[in-house]
Every structure is written in structure tokens, then in C-alpha cells.
């Protein structure tokens, strides 16, 4: 089984940075791809940006694009989320999550492996 455990949220003002780290234990780190999801008060679960399993293809939202970047250290089985220019619609609960095989996806329902989450709070 695969554990995930995010760190590196906090309060900050617009324009800040933040990296969000996400560390995994079990097998098959680097089998599939990984993601981060975000969830505001009162809206749906989003992706935010995903990452195949050789980080070699990414995905984002065009919310984010141009100002998150996503990476993964297999080798430290670790997937970071770098989130610049923040802005106060960033605000959320920021999610890991981890397929058990498969390139990437998109939809929350791929994911097999969920970490806690890690609150992102952005002022003005």
C-alpha cells in the first residue's frame, strides 16, 4: 500500500510562493502518475496539475498555468507542487494523490492513493 503525506501549506498574501512537497511510502511510487487536486469552500474537488509517471507530460489547469509547476523526484519519492504569483482564488485544500498505474489523469477517480490534504490560504 502506498501512504502519502503532504506538507508546505500556509497563509499567505497575494503574489507570495509556496512549494507544496508530498512524500510517498510503499511500492510502486513511480508505476503511475500523481497529482494535486484542490478543494475550495463550497466548490468541487479540481485538478490543479498532474504529472506522468516519468514526469516527462504534465497536465494543468488553465487557472494555474503559467504559475504552478509540478515535479517528481522518484528517486526521493516525492512530488512537489511549486505555486507562484499566488492569488486569493488559490485559496483551498491542496490534495496528493497517486494512481496505482496509469500514465495521468484528470479525474479524481483515477486516483487510487490520497494524501490528507494541506490547506492553502491566500489573503489579499
Known amino acids: 500500500q502506498v501512504q502519502l503525506v503532504e506538507s508546505g501549506g500556509g497563509l499567505v498574501q497575494a503574489g507570495d510562493s509556496l512549494r507544496l512537497s508530498c512524500a510517498a511510502s510503499?511500492?510502486?511510487?513511480?508505476?503511475?502518475?500523481m497529482a494535486w487536486f484542490r478543494q475550495a469552500p463550497g466548490k468541487e474537488r479540481e485538478l490543479a496539475a498532474a504529472i506522468s509517471w516519468n514526469g516527462i507530460s504534465t497536465n494543468y489547469a488553465d487557472s494555474v498555468k503559467g504559475r504552478f509547476t509540478i515535479s517528481r523526484d522518484n528517486a526521493k519519492n516525492t512530488v512537489y507542487l511549486q505555486m507562484n504569483s499566488l492569488k486569493p482564488e488559490d485559496t483551498a485544500v491542496y490534495y496528493c494523490?497517486?494512481?496505482?498505474?496509469?500514465?495521468?489523469?484528470?479525474?479524481?477517480?483515477?486516483?487510487?492513493?490520497w494524501g490528507q490534504g494541506t490547506q492553502v490560504t491566500v489573503s489579499s
Open positions: 510503499g511500492r510502486t511510487f513511480s508505476s503511475g502518475g
Open positions: 494523490a497517486a494512481q496505482a498505474y496509469g500514465i495521468m489523469s484528470v479525474f479524481p477517480s483515477a486516483y487510487r492513493y
